[in-house]
């Protein structure tokens, strides 16, 4: 077969080594973003009269019914035409006859892929915002039905202080909102057209970018051909930006497989989002959490393994970068699977309200409260810390905990301590009593609670 590129070769490569090259079987992810861009690319060649209009015409007329193929998925790509765009071409010349070849007129397949990538990422950085966002509301919709629910709070993985269960998962839905934030802050570097550039060095036809760049819906133009052609930052950061939503649904993710355990019994999955062991008939796996946690690392390579591809490259382009691709298209199906499938685990999980009450009354995560009691009634905290400890070892030793003491107990220990300790120590009134800004009181959780929503 004749390469659209042929001219200067004497002899043809060998299959195997097209097939090598070739990077059809992963860019025809981009047949859509590729058809637009040169729709709006040759509707600009009619309007800066580089074409006449019968020419636009037809070639719009041949672009718009591979179109209509496409979202069929009846083309058929072939891998001697390396890529998606020299495919499209030559399915167009085929279609209208050699009219399509002035497509590609005042253009170059290396503003052609960089304007397809950036048209696929911002679409993509739009539902993935949308994903965020539903497992934003999940994780709201359980933590307002569990703001009184008492819960061990942890340092270390030892229990700290008690708090709401909601406080707890109000966490995820600030890390999240920050995620969202971010990749749409990240809109505004991708939101950019590099289409016109040519190959490099821009173009001798009084081309019009800015109207191409409007067709397409970009905010921003590149201002220097070089650097249009040779960026890849926009995926960096988005790669970056999907790392950092992977880490967050990583560290939830190992919780739901800890509070889910036998040890913990804080929560249960659904059937729908667990699996069953083929030996143990009693099983109930959190695999889909462990997989999020598991794929965070996949993510993670995806980021180095571009930002390695990039380091060492010259300007402007180099064959490298069709390195760029599977990585992210790899990452936008794995983030936007790993949020929906949290999504649902969160949405229909069962937490367990009496066992998380249960295990606030079996520690001394209300030690605390009578260290600062101490504390109100003048001891010096250090002094109240130390006293507070030697009746921790004494329930210890007598295998009690603090609220099993009696007031003769206590008093013994300081004069300051009085009847009303017995409330101060319940962990309600330990939750209940930490109502500074941001705090895990209920009050403090209701407010942050309406503050969430307000932002969905
Ligand atoms: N398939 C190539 C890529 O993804 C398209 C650009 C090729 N340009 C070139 N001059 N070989 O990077």
Request: glycine residues 6%.
């Amino acid at each position: 077969m004749t390469k659209l590129w042929g001219g200067r070769f004497q002899k043809s490569a060998e299959q195997w080594v097209d097939e090598f090259g070739a990077s059809i079987g992963f860019d025809q992810q981009l047949v859509i973003e590729d058809l637009t861009g040169s729709i709006a690319h040759v509707k600009m060649l009619g309007e800066c009269r580089i074409l006449p209009i019968e020419d636009v015409t037809a070639i719009l007329g041949g672009l718009e019914q591979l179109k209509v193929k496409a979202t069929k998925d009846e083309l058929v790509f072939e891998v001697a035409n390396e890529d998606i765009h020299l495919n499209l071409e030559k399915m167009l010349i085929d279609l209208i006859g050699p009219v399509g070849g002035k497509l590609h007129t005042g253009r170059s397949r290396n503003d052609q892929v960089a304007t397809d990538m950036h048209l696929y990422l911002k679409n993509r950085v739009s539902e993935i915002v949308d994903s965020i966002k539903m497992f934003q509301q999940a994780i709201l919709t359980q933590a307002e039905q569990h703001v009184e629910t008492i819960a061990p709070g942890y340092t270390h993985l030892q229990r700290a202080q008690p708090i709401s269960f909601a406080h707890h998962l109000m966490a995820y839905f600030w890390m999240l909102e920050r995620d969202q934030q971010r990749l749409s802050e990240s809109l505004k570097r991708i939101d950019m057209s590099p289409l016109g550039a040519g190959a490099l060095a821009g173009t001798t036809f009084p081309i019009d970018r800015e109207k191409a760049a409007n067709y397409l819906g970009f905010e921003h133009v590149y201002q220097n051909s070089m650097d249009a052609v040779s960026d890849r930052d926009f995926i960096v950061e988005f790669l970056s930006n999907a790392s950092l939503v992977m880490m967050h649904l990583s560290r939830f993710a190992e919780e739901i497989i800890l509070w889910s355990s036998q040890e913990f019994q804080f929560i249960e999955l659904d059937d729908a989002f667990a699996t069953g062991s083929s030996i143990m008939p009693q099983k109930k796996n959190p695999d889909m959490a462990e997989l999020i946690r598991g794929k965070t690392g996949r993510v993670y390579g995806n980021l180095f393994s571009l930002l390695t591809t990039l380091k060492g490259l010259p300007l402007t382009y180099n064959k490298d970068m069709q390195e760029d691709k599977e990585g992210m298209f790899d990452t936008v199906q794995t983030l936007n699977g790993s949020l929906q499938i949290f999504e649902g685990m969160v949405r229909t999980m069962t937490i367990h309200t009496k066992r998380l009450n249960e295990a606030v009354h079996q520690d001394f995560s209300n030690a605390t409260e009578l260290a600062d009691y101490l504390a109100t009634k003048g001891m010096p905290f250090r002094e109240a810390h130390e006293v507070t400890g030697k009746l921790v070892f004494l329930c210890i030793q007598r295998k009690i905990y603090l609220l099993d003491l009696t007031l003769e107990d206590l008093q013994e220990a300081s004069k300051l301590i009085e009847a009303d300790i017995f409330n101060v120590l319940s962990p309600v009134s330990a939750v209940k009593r930490r109502n500074s800004l941001g705090g895990t009181g209920f009050d403090q959780v209701r407010l942050q609670i309406e503050k969430a929503k307000a932002l969905l």
